[in-house]
């Protein structure tokens, strides 16, 4: 048998921070960095006889998220403690929630290559996140750092229904874009802020019994998430195809090498020993509540797509790539306001923004120009105050130095060349120097005429008027 004969069955455990001020139980701040140790109180720190305060926000984060994926929200949640030693979980147990979570029975919709597809959410519960250790590189001791202990964790659990390593990535993507639109998260992954652990297992394909799972834990790169799947289900395949038998276990994914590793048994939720938190209230959720909630959330990536296809005309490609990222449909909107060209913007985007985010490695949201100055750029393209080729410069420019582009262009002088006589005097200068090109053109090579322009662009540097040059080449041509 082949891989072919085999279904891949993929579940995620997607633990999100939230974006409050203050941590999940205290008043600690949850900004990220800081001298170790230095965001902590007796009560993170779990100093004996602190008590846990629930930071009502927390719980208003977790509902948003629940309701903008379509769950149903608990009237009465409580949280629950889940016991296991670490030395970075300084109470050696966690609070979390277990049999009462605050938001079950929602679904997330993606697009794949073989049209849209639910998956399903068992549940999203609020938690605490652990510590953080700094292991000595020459293998001497670890350090512990409690800046992040009990900071607010959402974890989003999924059905089993994700069958490829695209699929897991498509709604990761998803899930990721959500919480940024309705503003719970910065899922900043590179700094632990979107994570996921994932469950990975094989059948052989027309059996409805699940595999024994591999569980890979916090990982937080797609393009590893997506590795570390199809590396994880061949070796299953393997394995079973030469006799043998999958273990249920907890696996190390290491990047450089590409394979995955063991580290210890998976845990159930009996190796927990889960029992509700003595500490804390019954979480009490009215209609009215989450009613409130709901008139707070933004217009969602669906509808604006459908708005950005439908009202302004784009293409189904572009609004797509477009609302993928709220900072990059922030953008589009706050230069569309200037502007009012959708299809300019978007191009300029899907270009020449994407590829700057790109090699910075950086968001839109942390562009070094505004998007009123995109805006403003693309007015003056408009208004043939600048070609399209100047303004690649200026945009260049606008990168290292942020200032308004009609202040880069009057710094640089790079107006365009409007004028007829300056435009005729050039046209037929560069006609006296290219006899042959005229030749060509009058011998049906109309790529003549795109030589003789460029070479008029390239004498103005770039700054006279392309159509103007093109429509007097051609009258000059036809003479």
């Given at each position: 048998m082949s891989k072919e004969d085999y279904d891949i069955v993929i579940g995620l455990e997607v633990h999100s921070e939230l974006s409050t001020k203050t941590k999940?139980?205290?008043s600690c701040p949850t900004e990220f960095g800081g001298e170790p140790n230095t965001h902590c109180c007796p009560v993170c720190m779990a100093m004996p006889g602190a008590l846990?305060?629930?930071?009502?926000k927390v719980?208003?984060?977790?509902?948003?998220?629940?309701?903008?994926?379509?769950?149903?929200?608990?009237?009465?949640?409580?949280?629950?403690?889940?016991?296991y030693f670490y030395p970075d979980?300084?109470?050696?147990?966690?609070?979390?929630?277990?049999?009462?979570?605050?938001?079950?029975?929602?679904?997330?919709?993606?697009?794949?290559?073989?049209?849209?597809?639910?998956?399903?959410?068992?549940?999203i519960h609020i938690e605490e996140d652990a510590g953080k250790l700094n292991h000595d590189e020459y293998g001497r001791g670890s350090l512990v750092d409690l800046n992040r202990a009990g900071v607010p964790l959402i974890e989003i659990v999924s059905e089993p229904d994700i069958s490829s390593a695209s699929e897991a990535e498509a709604y990761l993507k998803k899930l990721k874009s959500i919480l940024e639109y309705i503003e719970v998260s910065d899922c900043k992954m590179q700094e632990g802020s979107l994570r996921a652990d994932v469950n990975v297992s094989v059948k052989k394909k027309g059996t409805d019994e699940l595999g024994t799972r591999t569980e890979m834990k916090n990982m937080n790169s797609f393009r590893s998430i997506v590795r570390a799947i199809e590396y994880e289900s061949e070796r299953q395949i393997e394995v079973l195809e030469n006799g043998?038998?999958?273990?249920?276990?907890?696996?190390?994914?290491?990047?450089?090498?590409?394979?995955?590793?063991?580290?210890?048994?998976?845990?159930?939720?009996?190796?927990?020993?889960?029992?509700?938190?003595?500490?804390l209230a019954m979480i009490r959720i009215s209609d009215e509540y989450v009613q409130k909630i709901s008139k707070t959330l933004p217009e969602m990536p669906e509808k604006r797509k459908a708005r950005y296809i439908e009202e302004l005309g784009l293409p189904e490609y572009d609004a797509n790539i477009l609302t993928s990222s709220k900072h990059l449909s922030d953008l589009f909107e706050r230069a569309n306001n200037v502007c009012n060209n959708p299809k300019a913007v978007s191009n300029w985007i899907m270009s020449d923004i994407i590829k700057i985010l790109n090699e910075e490695g950086i968001?839109?949201?942390k562009l070094p120009f505004s998007a009123e100055q995109l805006g403003k750029l693309i007015n003056l393209i408009d208004k043939k105050t600048i070609s399209t080729s100047i303004a690649k410069t200026v945009l260049e420019e606008m990168t290292v130095n942020p200032k308004d582009p009609e202040e880069i262009i009057k710094e640089k002088g790079l107006i365009q060349i409007s004028d007829e006589g300056a435009i005729k005097e050039?046209?037929?200068?560069?006609?006296?120097?290219?006899?042959?090109?005229?030749?060509?053109?009058?011998?049906?090579?109309?790529?003549?005429?795109?030589?003789l322009v460029g070479q008029a662009m390239k004498q103005t540097k770039g700054k006279a008027n392309p159509q103007m040059l093109n429509t007097m080449f051609l009258e000059e041509l036809k003479k």
């Open positions: 999940i139980f205290c846990p305060v629930l930071n009502k719980v208003e984060y977790a509902i948003k998220a629940g309701i903008a994926t379509n769950c149903t929200i608990a009237k009465e949640s409580k949280n629950d403690r889940k016991n979980l300084p109470k050696s147990y966690q609070i979390s929630q277990f049999d009462m979570p605050l938001c079950t029975n929602g679904f997330v919709e993606i697009e794949t290559e073989n049209g849209p597809k639910k998956i399903r959410l068992v549940r043998g038998i999958i273990t249920q276990e907890t696996l190390r994914w290491d990047d450089v090498s590409g394979k995955t590793f063991s580290m210890r048994d998976k845990e159930d939720a009996q190796d927990y020993r889960y029992f509700p938190e003595p500490d968001e839109a949201d050039i046209v037929l200068k560069i006609l006296e120097e290219n006899p042959q090109s005229i030749a060509d053109y009058k011998a049906g090579r109309d790529r003549a005429l795109g030589f």
